[in-house]
């Protein structure tokens, strides 16, 4: 699923997400769990203001740019995900 965070710090769906939502809805799902970077702030933000919630993290797990970042895990149950 690809989430969009737009100019002024509205996140919306896009008209795939909204797709994905519908097949997520056919195929029963009832768990969806996504991972982000930890310095992908805009992103986390986003997710969590349509619902999602930090599960855990796996730290100094990406190394980029002679850096090391944790990966942030999260996820929504199906319950939650329509909600929103």
């Not at 519908?22 to 029963?28: G, Q």
């Not at 982000?36 to 930090?54: D, H, L, P, S, T």
Request: glycine share 8%; with cysteine.
């Amino acid at each position: 699923m690809h989430f969009k965070k737009l100019v002024g710090g509205k996140c919306y769906l896009s008209q795939i997400d909204v797709n994905d939502a519908e097949k997520c809805k056919a195929l029963n799902f009832h768990n969806i769990m996504l991972r982000v970077y930890e310095y992908n702030k805009g992103a986390i933000k986003c997710y969590e203001k349509i619902g999602f919630r930090q599960i855990g993290k796996r730290r100094e797990a990406l190394h980029r740019n002679l850096e090391k970042h944790d990966i942030i895990y999260m996820d929504i149950l199906q319950g939650e995900f329509y909600k929103n």
